[in-house]
């Protein structure tokens, strides 16, 4: 790299070719005040406060849009160079209203802080009055516009990172604001409520509503996010034991500035009145509350009583990707190490397991392969069963920029319109349930049209020729009979795909959740390894987790078939590994997983059952059955943090602390293990889930040989070998991130790629029983902005509710018409397992005969109209689609 | 105030012919933007979002271009518009009283335009024809050495005015001799 030297008030500093003489300066640590710059949005030089003088040309040059150049002498502190910018300012608070005293940014206000450095007194101008117009009635954003500087920075926050264009400069000169299209409410514009551009805003012209009047705290703690499986760096400020408001983290990797409504406004679950404060027993009168020890020694007592009459295998543990990784790690080791039962799991079961089932024996690599950044520089993204926007906001905002800043092309695979299809190239609208079928043809092409990578198929992978025999028989006439997507569209994908040179594939879902969906994930592997489009930059296959820790719950072996690492218990050396570590036999068949759980307990097998913050009742399929069957339980333990449906059933709830009241890490879908950090002390009496499990095992005389979270960690890195090659674990309490880069042993590009080769797989597509006459219509589920996983959370956000408070089904025009539907009216979703009501919204995002319901549905059970139908290999019960029927009314009118 | 003009709801069909001939044309922003105002006589505001789709743009970011320029319009203009000389030529000869009878004859203030969709009133800088101060110009046509008689004729009924004033020597009728 070329480096170019200048004088910088008489300092002689140089820097690579390209660089602006704001940024060498500050990395020499001299200050120049700047208002419209900001280090993640593209400069633009609009409000000339970081104005500089050349000496020699005794030119003022404005330093945020100034390339340096050989020679150069800068002097940042010059007389005019005062002069102008205390002009510059002086103009500006001309126009500005005098409303400081009421400003809710107060001290973090950029413009006072810069005016105040320039010792700006009483303003030489006349004031130009500004009068407030605030006409948003959202609950998250508060627009004043006469405290706008028309920095900018909103705007280019608003399309350069998180690529919404919501808004842009409106009108010229004295009248020119940032303003939604024809100056509507943000509420009625293409808005996400992203919070992106208030927090970026300088001044006091955008603020968080509900955080009006909080002013500035003094103690913010940078956490991760708790929401969705990007793993978003979160710093909540806190005050008076309160979080006041919540933005990104500095330097987060993953979100680099953004967050999304969920992250940004949702966290006020955590002050929730409907908070757990005490444990609850049942007696006579329903739960209610006991103290810890009473709480504590009823269930101790009842575990051994179950363990002494029905033996260890009638107790089941069922875990959750919302807890830390120690909390993972503990829950399982109280399973096998206390309760010696082999039944555990944890809620990624429903998510994820087709990822690890279809990946580790494909790829070689059971999870994401490649970075956030990766798909920045990607030439050809293929998105399917995954509505970005929704389900993992940080990747969708990584694929916009990619299309619409670097020239990505974007290929989608999705039946729905979504706020993504705008972006895309080429949009497949698939039959619910033939993704298998699809994707088989899009290889075939790919085969049969040489676009393959031969270099690589021949050097990495085995079991081409049977593959490519078993291709044969998905022609495109066939594959577009299957589907629906015509022949041409999956030709022009699959050349597309072939042959881009960096392509990655991003699944979600839609792909893991349905009864094919192991499969499914294995044609997506079969794609990657026949194009090469694995192990290098720019490439990769991206499974989307749809929850904060679904990838460390099971990297610490919260799962019935293997151990902490992914060690299977048939794998001799490694089981015993684990049981010189923990001083005990291991059964080497698996136990039962989740789904299997509630079939076993319904059939009196399983006895007893320790549910930590899960709520299998809203999130598995057959509420109905679910119930019945935890019902039928001797002893039902719930551990969650609100009073769920399940927590309901309960014999004990146990209070658990949220996750700004404990520490720990949690793990992304990428593999980056990330801090969680303590913000607040417990609510009430309720505990961090690790102290839970770590009590509970006291008081059944068997502790775990662990006293604090360190000592959990420093368990896990001998245990887990890629979790002591991390170096990303955060010790507990260490002042600062430590290194938060991702695991070297989990990269498979740049010559990781950990094993020798990727296996091909012969998937075949196997027709589901779709739709009938009596249950016409397709109803897919999946995940919506407003509210997340079951809603068990997000439901008691108040701003969240508020805003999206509707229990909705999306209806097609088509549909809509011809049942008679109008929007917003009271509908009856009936399949053969169940009935849910919900609001109608009739819209043309929906095919014709495909409804589409949230799958956190507020008054109802979403879930409970599916058919219990597990995925045979990764025992993942289908929640992606049913065949169902629409009807008027409500159902208890 | 007059009332807002009626505006017809713009044949949808139209506004996509015009877009095709620019789908995925970034740079051709404004040709088209000017196109479609050369058909409707404005921009409706239903073309920014089939507009901004087809460059590749966000509908902000089309209505941001279309509301700096004073040129391009998103509310319906009348079938002539009347525009005033401000310039200081047409200052010192009386264009502020022409401006005033003008909204008087019209019933509408600067920028508006007559609910039966005949008149838009504006004002210009300079029409370049200082010497016949004070000048107006009404769709394609200059009048000149204005006085309110005058403007009471051209504009109260325009037809009889056009055939009589445009014929003399104080009218001159060409393109493009606005001012921006």
């Known amino acids: ?893 | 105030m007059p009332e807002a003009p009626l505006r017809q709801p713009p044949d949808e069909a139209q506004i996509e012919q015009i877009i095709a001939r620019h789908r995925g044309q970034r740079w051709a922003l404004i040709p088209l933007l000017q196109e479609i105002q050369e058909a409707f006589g404005y921009i409706p505001p239903e073309s920014i979002r089939p507009v901004a789709g087809a460059l590749g743009l966000f509908p902000a970011q089309v209505e941001g271009v279309i509301s700096f320029y004073s040129q391009l319009h998103t509310e319906p203009r009348g079938k002539k518009v009347v525009t005033v000389c401000r310039g200081t030529a047409c200052h010192v000869r009386g264009g502020q009283t022409i401006l005033k009878l003008a909204k008087q004859q019209l019933g509408v203030e600067e920028g508006e335009t007559t609910p039966d969709l005949e008149y838009t009133l504006e004002t210009v800088a300079c029409i370049g024809v200082c010497a016949l101060a004070p000048n107006m110009t009404v769709g394609t046509t200059t009048y000149g050495s204005l006085n309110p008689a005058k403007v009471r004729r051209i504009l109260g009924s325009p037809k009889e005015a056009d055939s009589k004033e445009a014929a003399s020597n104080e009218g001159t009728t060409g393109e493009g001799n606005g001012g921006a």
């Open chain 1, 1 to 893: 790299m070329e480096k170019v030297t200048i004088t910088l008030d008489g300092r002689e500093v140089s820097g690579p070719k390209g660089v602006t003489v704001l940024e060498l300066a500050q990395e020499a640590g001299i200050n120049i005040p700047t208002l419209c710059h900001h280090s993640y949005l593209s400069p633009t030089g609009a409000c000339r406060v970081c104005l500089v003088e050349e000496e020699r040309s005794a030119n003022l040059l404005v330093s945020c849009v100034t390339a340096i150049e050989p020679g150069m002498l800068i002097n940042t502190q010059s007389s005019r160079v005062i002069e102008r910018r205390k002009a510059i300012v002086e103009l500006m608070l001309a126009s500005h209203p005098d409303s400081c005293m009421v400003c809710d940014k107060g001290n973090r206000c950029e413009l006072h802080r810069v005016a105040s450095k320039l010792g700006i007194g009483v303003p030489s101008f006349d004031k130009i009055p500004q009068r407030a117009t605030i006409t948003d009635v959202n609950p998250f954003i508060v627009r004043d516009m006469s405290k706008c500087i028309l920095c900018g920075r909103c705007v280019r926050a608003d399309q350069e990172l998180v690529v919404e264009g919501a808004i842009d400069f409106l009108g010229r000169g004295f009248g020119s604001r940032p303003s939604t299209v024809g100056g509507v409410p943000l509420e009625q514009s293409e808005c996400s409520f992203c919070g992106t551009c208030v927090v970026t805003c300088p001044t006091g012209a955008l603020a968080e509503r509900g955080a009006m009047g909080v002013g500035t705290t003094s103690r913010v703690v940078t956490t991760t996010c708790p929401f969705c499986g990007c793993g978003c760096s979160i710093a909540l400020e806190v005050k008076d034991g309160r979080i006041a408001r919540a933005r990104p983290g500095d330097g987060g990797p993953v979100n680099r500035g953004t967050l999304c409504v969920r992250g940004a406004y949702g966290y006020d679950f955590v002050h929730s009145t409907e908070r757990l404060k005490t444990p609850l027993m049942r007696g006579t009168d329903g739960l209610e509350p006991v103290s810890w020890e009473e709480a504590l020694e009823t269930v101790s007592e009842g575990f051994r009583r179950i363990i002494r009459e029905a033996g260890p295998q009638s107790l089941a543990v069922l875990g959750t990707p919302t807890g830390t990784n120690e909390e993972n790690y503990l829950l399982q080791k109280f399973a096998r190490c206390v309760l010696h039962t082999p039944n555990i799991d944890n809620g990624a079961r429903l998510c994820g397991a087709a990822t690890y089932a279809g990946l580790g024996g494909t790829a070689g690599y059971p999870g994401t392969v490649g970075t956030i950044d990766d798909i920045e520089s990607a030439e050809l993204i293929l998105v399917i069963g995954a509505g970005l926007s929704a389900s993992a906001p940080a990747v969708g905002y990584a694929v916009k920029r990619a299309v619409a800043r670097k020239g990505a092309r974007l290929i989608l695979i999705d039946p729905r319109m979504t706020s993504l299809t705008r972006f895309a190239h080429l949009w497949l609208r698939q039959e619910p349930g033939t993704d298998v079928a699809l994707l088989n043809g899009l290889a075939s092409v790919i085969v049969s049209d040489g676009l393959l990578d031969k270099e690589f198929v021949g050097r990495k992978t085995v079991g081409f020729e049977e593959l490519s025999r078993h291709l044969q028989r998905y022609s495109l006439e066939y594959v577009q009979q299957v589907t629906g997507v015509a022949a041409e569209d999956i030709r022009r994908a699959a050349h597309a795909y072939g042959s881009a040179t960096r392509a990655v594939i991003i699944y979600g879902g839609g792909v893991t959740r349905s009864a094919r969906g192991t499969d499914t994930v294995k044609a997506l592997a079969n794609l990657s390894l026949l194009t090469g489009n694995i192990e290098r930059k720019g490439t990769g296959l991206y499974a989307l987790q749809a929850r904060n820790n679904a990838q460390g719950a099971c990297d610490m072996g919260a799962m019935p078939e293997l151990l902490p690492g992914y060690c299977s218990l048939a794998d001799e050396p490694g089981r015993t590994k684990f049981e010189r570590r923990w001083n005990l036999t291991l059964p080497t068949s698996a136990g039962l997983a989740a789904a299997e759980m509630m079939t076993e307990a319904a059939a009196g097998r399983v006895k007893a059952m320790y549910i930590v913050g899960e709520n299998p009742v809203a999130s598995f399929p057959d509420a109905a059955s679910v119930e019945k069957a935890l019902g039928r339980l001797e002893l039902l333990v719930v551990q969650d943090i609100f009073l769920t449906d399940t927590a309901a059933l309960a014999t004990v709830v146990l209070p658990a602390a949220s996750f700004a009241e404990k520490a720990g890490t949690f793990t992304n879908f990428e593999g980056r293990v990330q801090p969680v950090r303590k913000a607040l002390p417990p609510l009430g009496e309720s505990r961090p889930d690790w102290e839970i499990i770590m009590a509970l095992a006291d008081a059944m005389g068997s502790p775990l040989g662990l006293e604090t979270l360190e000592d959990v960690q420093s368990e896990i890195e001998e245990l887990v070998p890629f979790f002591q090659a991390a170096g990303g674990t955060e010790r507990v309490g260490a002042p600062g991130v430590r290194d938060t880069a991702p695991w070297p042993g989990r990269r498979l590009y740049e010559q990781v790629f950990p094993s020798t080769f990727g296996r091909f797989s012969s998937v075949d597509y196997v027709p589901e029983e779709g739709r009938s006459e009596e249950y016409p219509l397709i109803l897919v589920t999946g995940g919506q902005l407003f509210q997340f996983g079951t809603g068990s959370r997000t439901s008691r956000s108040p701003r969240l509710r508020r805003f999206a408070p509707d229990s909705y089904v999306e209806v097609s025009e088509v549909d809509a018409e011809r049942l008679g539907i109008r929007d917003s009216e009271e509908v009856r979703v009936v399949s053969a397992t169940g009935m849910v009501a919900a609001v109608a919204r009739v819209t043309n995002a929906q095919p014709r005969g495909l409804l589409f319901a949230p799958s956190a549905f507020p008054d109802g059970r979403v879930n409970g109209l599916f058919p219990a139908i597990l995925d045979s290999q990764s025992k993942t019960p289908a929640l992606g689609h049913c065949a169902v029927r629409l009807e008027r009314g409500h159902p208890y009118a």
